[in-house]
């Protein structure tokens, strides 16, 4: 079975630009949540995708950032314009029943310069 | 909101050394528990979790954790660490209610000396 694939796995982008991050969860997960870890910072969640729904958009920073689920598949989270402030790392997780855990991505890694 | 609350940033152990790192969440109602392990340059693993039953779970590669309810803690241990043991933990809780999300400690950085 495919793991949970994120990419890029490294971004490095100026101040002011836009970046697009894509997820593609596991085949069958409807559940997908995208997390970030600013650094020394917890893992904090951003936001709950239940199929092409957002169930919770509670910790989305702003409206800079802004997710999608097109068709209940793949996710992509675009990044516009970028702050210094976003700079981070961000994962993808999905599941079959968020109750019993969920299998990350690997994580991008974001920079914003 | 709950939180999760781990005691050391940084543990630095020499191998077959034992090992507890602890973690406490706040959050009165019933939770899963969790303890994922993010080796350098790998992603998140699950290395165990606690729905109900038996209080102490016992994970993948010799890690344990025991849930003392009345203590609100979930701590990891292991009894003889191995270099390969170097990553960093994070404890997880996820609440019993609604479509409920994981809530991380700030993580736990673990580094094993041959």
């Known amino acids: 079975e495919a793991g949970v694939t994120q990419f890029p796995s490294h971004s490095v982008i100026e101040k002011g630009q836009t970046v697009t991050l894509r997820c593609d969860p596991i085949?069958?997960?409807?559940?997908l949540y995208w997390y970030r870890r600013v650094m020394g910072k917890e893992i904090k969640f951003l936001l709950h995708?239940?199929?092409?729904?957002?169930?919770?958009e509670s910790g989305m920073p702003n409206n800079r950032f802004l997710a999608e689920r097109t068709g209940g598949t793949y996710s992509t989270l675009k990044v516009q314009p970028a702050e210094l402030e976003d700079s981070g790392v961000y994962f993808c997780?999905?599941?079959?029943?968020?109750?019993?855990?969920?299998?990350f991505g690997s994580g991008t890694r974001l920079t914003v310069v | 909101a709950q939180s999760v609350s781990q005691h050391n940033h940084h543990v630095i152990l020499s191998e077959a050394a034992s090992l507890e790192l602890g973690c406490n969440y706040s959050?009165?109602?019933?939770?899963?528990l969790f303890w994922y392990v993010q080796y350098p340059g790998q992603h998140l693993q699950l290395l165990l979790k606690?729905?109900?039953?038996?209080?102490l779970v016992k994970g993948i590669k010799g890690f344990e954790a025991e849930f003392i309810k009345s203590k609100f803690s979930f701590n990891l241990r292991k009894p003889s660490v191995q270099w390969s043991d170097t990553a960093e933990y994070f404890c997880?809780?996820?609440?019993?209610?609604?479509?409920?999300?994981?809530?991380f400690g700030k993580g736990t950085m673990l580094l094993v000396s041959p």
């Open positions: 959050y009165g109602g019933t939770v899963n």
């Open positions: 995708f239940v199929k092409e729904s957002k169930q919770d």
């Open positions: 606690y729905f109900s039953g038996d209080p």
């Open positions: 085949s069958g997960h409807d559940n």
């Open positions: 997880a809780v996820n609440v019993l209610k609604g479509y409920s999300t994981l809530t």
């Open positions: 997780a999905s599941s079959p029943n968020p109750r019993y855990g969920y299998t």
